[in-house]
T-cell receptor, first 116, second 113 residues
């Protein structure tokens, strides 16, 4: 079965550079979520989109922005990178969460961002 | 701030033993999910719970949605070496309908053959 696809798997950037992470949800899933997981930490919610509109926002820095496109894929743009941005970034997708029953909430394999 | 308390933080057990971990909160949840995460990989869903009191099994795994909607536990029976990993509980608050998950701190499980 198709899963959530994230690219790239690994990314190394220098401080103050910009990074773009991509997420391709499971077909027919209309909701995308982004999470950040620091070393030894649990995943922290950043932002979510439903039907191409932002649906919720967590502790996402102002330097980060994201959007969901017409084909439902999403991109997380990170500017003025700092050393503390080094983390695993996960994307997850589901069906409309308002319908209940979890909607097949599935995570991708993540992008490991290293800022040097 | 952290709204889910997961315990224990780590466990080191002998192969064949049973394992139990739990998550508690002062908030009410609509959904409880249990995930396993291997190093450098994304969380993989083990069990999903949608109703208070619900008890669900998946092979050697059993999880329950607490009747108060504020807690959940996961049991693993007859552990094997491949059970090694980090287990996370995650929940969707009743006050939120956007699907955002709040995670527990994780339980690191090590199994000695």
């Amino acid at each position: 079965a198709a899963g959530v696809i994230q690219s790239p798997r690994h990314l190394i950037k220098e401080k103050r550079e910009t990074a773009t992470l991509k997420c391709y949800p499971i077909p027919r899933h209309d909701t995308v979520y982004w999470y950040q997981q620091g070393p030894g930490q649990d995943p922290q919610f950043l932002i979510s989109f439903y039907e191409k509109m932002q649906s919720d926002k967590g502790s996402i820095p102002d330097r980060f922005s994201a959007q969901q496109f017409s084909d439902y894929h999403s991109e997380l743009n990170m500017s003025s990178l700092e050393l503390g941005d080094s983390a695993l970034y996960f994307c997850a997708s589901s069906l409309d969460p308002r319908q209940g029953s979890g909607g097949g909430y599935t995570f991708g394999s993540g992008t490991r961002l290293t800022v040097v | 701030g952290q709204q889910l308390n997961q315990s224990p933080q780590s466990m080191f057990i002998q192969e064949g033993e049973d394992v139990s971990m739990n998550c508690t909160s002062s908030s009410i949840f609509n959904t409880w999910l249990w995930y396993k995460q291997d190093p450098g990989e994304g969380p993989v869903l083990l069990i999903a719970l949608y109703k208070a009191g619900e008890l669900t099994s998946n092979g050697r795994l059993t999880a329950q949605f607490g009747i108060t909607r504020k807690d959940s536990f996961l049991n693993i029976s007859a552990s094997i070496p491949s059970d090694v990993g980090i287990y996370f509980c995650a929940g969707q608050l009743r006050s939120s309908n956007t699907g955002k998950l709040i995670f527990g701190q994780g339980t690191t499980l090590q199994v000695k053959p």
